[in-house]
């Protein structure tokens, strides 16, 4: 035993030391990555009208950020608008850095015109497609950009390296000012216009009126493989996608590597990324990338058109002739297509065995749906033009989440300040009901509050998603802040733990940000609670959120610095 420890002492010094030189070694690849973006309106024509439209350093969409993992961001982000403003980095961990999550009046209070704000974080384990975009009122129609996380220097994708990477961004365009548009919908308790465009990388396409001469080309030579990194930026619309006559080779989401399969056509929700390859082995012409809507809910409007881009091959027999041809067409699934959305859904698969939580702390249900609000008394026929003289509402767990709007919450809980929210959140539906069933009128109007659902640090957390037929029944992308989760399952009408648990993938689930909680169905995820702070869970249809389908994690500080809330910055805007 003595020889044992002669040895190990000086073994575990040099150990130490190789750590030190090892840790020394990646901070001195990692850069620190310095921008300025500044909001501002910029005149943005778009189906024959100009708009001054919300962007960042004019440009729509805005600009596309490339780190590497490991890397550190510096964005200053400057306010030069007319309204409130705040940048969310979707997807990002923000490990401890919550103050730099951005979800107005939840991590921070806005930036006020004229003022500005500095986010500050570092990529810690992340590698593929995320995305930016405002988390303020609907300026997300406009305001958003991607984030490409390469592998850190030195290590590569686990597939052959592309010779092309192509960012297609999925965007929704309104003719009007989308500020108007859900100011409109606030006032008359009505559902909002729908938008009067799809767009890719922020042009319609062939298919509109005054687009044609702006449609996006994607160059290809014949033989090569592209890796497309396509993110649904939409506003309130889940998204079929395909490319004309090619097969896509799905190989990431939410920045998060899968097992790589091929399909026709993938399906996003708002929110999401999908990372796929394509090789381009059709004869040499130019074929339609296509995108049009996944509209699960019944009766409901929605924009029926389809957004355009072309995918171009620039060999030498069709350098020439195929820029006068007519683009090979694409075909799409029908709208309300659930089966193909589902049967991409429930393909995804993560590469191999991955750490998924067994032993369960925290078993939680929450209900995700619509409903209808009563007209106040003394309201006007004007401000209740929803069904049958309502207003239209959304919850989760039969409550309407209301931000707050004197502080932040993550400042509330930072700084012991009451009144601000209350942390009785249900862990399950108040009143069980037949969920994706006829369900009762008297269960149509939500309670309204700022709730927040305490978690203790390092928690194992089980969240079932169940979506309900209150008014109609829709698939809902839930997208939570802070954190990445593994979709074990999803299934059609109620959750029964009794059997849907035998359906639960505990070896190579998806690991992803935002699930797509099927329509009259249920979604389960798992997590680690391992970051503090208070982190957002919402619908990320914009109108959802608008009407209060979200609320809120309160993640307790662990012990030890490393595991604990850094403190906010100096700059952090006041309310």
């Known amino acids: ?129 995320l995305w930016w975009h405002a988390h303020s009122s609907w300026l997300r129609a406009t305001v958003y950009g991607a984030l490409i996380i390469h592998p850190k220097e030195g290590s590569s994708y686990p597939f052959a390296k592309p010779s092309r990477e192509t960012l297609i961004l999925l965007g929704e365009w309104w003719d009007a000012n989308p500020i108007d548009v859900v100011r409109q919908a606030t006032i008359t308790g009505a559902t909002p216009n729908v938008s009067d465009a799809y767009t890719i990388n922020g042009q319609p396409g062939d298919l509109y009126k005054c687009s044609s001469k702006e449609t996006v080309t994607v160059p290809v030579n014949s033989g090569e493989t592209n890796l497309l990194r396509v993110i649904n930026s939409a506003l309130n619309q889940q998204l079929f996608f395909t490319v004309a006559n090619h097969k896509l080779t799905v190989v990431g989401a939410d920045a998060a590597y899968l097992k790589p399969f091929t399909t026709s056509v993938i399906m996003l929700g708002p929110g999401q990324t999908t990372d796929v390859l394509i090789t381009a082995d059709q004869p040499p012409a130019r074929y339609y990338i296509a995108a049009r809507a996944y509209a699960s809910a019944q009766g409901a409007p929605f924009d029926n058109t389809t957004t355009t881009a072309i995918l171009e091959y620039k060999t030498a027999s069709c350098t020439t002739k195929c820029s006068t041809t007519t683009p090979v067409s694409a075909s799409l699934p029908a709208y309300n297509d659930t089966a193909t959305a589902t049967a991409f859904t429930t393909t995804l698969r993560s590469p191999k065995k991955v750490p998924v939580p067994t032993d369960i702390d925290e078993n939680l249900l929450f209900t995700v749906g619509l409903g209808l609000n009563k007209c106040p008394s003394g309201a006007s026929a004007q401000n209740c033009q929803g069904p049958n003289g309502t207003r239209f509402t959304a919850s989760m767990n039969n409550v309407s989440f209301v931000l707050p709007s004197s502080f932040s919450l993550l400042q509330a809980h930072q700084q012991g300040i009451r009144g601000v929210f209350s942390a009785d959140f249900p862990a399950a539906p108040p009143v069980k009901f037949d969920y994706t069933g006829n369900v009762s009128r008297s269960l149509w109007q939500p309670a309204t509050g700022t709730k927040v659902y305490r978690l203790k640090y390092g928690s194992r957390v089980q969240l079932v998603l169940q979506g309900t037929s209150i008014f109609t029944a829709e698939n809902h992308p839930i997208h939570l802040h802070g954190y990445d989760f593994y979709i074990v399952a999803e299934g059609f009408g109620n959750f029964n733990p009794q059997k849907d648990t035998a359906k639960f993938n505990l070896v190579d689930p998806p690991m992803r940000n935002t699930a797509s909680v099927p329509v009259k169905g249920w979604a389960a995820i798992r997590f680690v609670a391992d970051n503090p702070g208070i982190w957002f869970l919402h619908c990320h249809l914009d109108v959802h959120i608008t009407w209060g389908l979200a609320m809120a994690f309160l993640v307790e500080d662990g012990v030890g610095e490393l595991q604990a809330l850094q403190p906010p910055p100096e700059d952090l805007p006041l309310c």
């Open 1 to 129: 035993m003595e020889t044992f420890k002669s040895i190990a002492k000086p073994f575990s010094f040099l150990f130490g030391i190789f750590l030190l030189f090892a840790n020394a070694m990646f901070l001195a690849n990692a850069i620190t990555h310095i921008h300025d973006f500044v909001v501002q309106a910029t005149p943005v024509k778009r189906l024959c009208n100009t708009h001054n439209t919300i962007t960042v350093n004019g440009q729509y969409p805005g600009p596309t950020l490339e780190v590497n993992d490991g890397d550190s961001l510096e964005i200053k982000v400057v306010n030069k608008a007319q309204y409130n403003v705040t940048i969310h980095w979707h997807g990002i961990r923000q490990m401890r850095t919550g103050w730099a999550d951005g979800p107005e009046f939840v991590t921070q209070c806005p930036i006020r015109p004229g003022e500005s704000y500095t986010y500050r974080f570092t990529i810690q384990g992340q590698e593929g497609t």
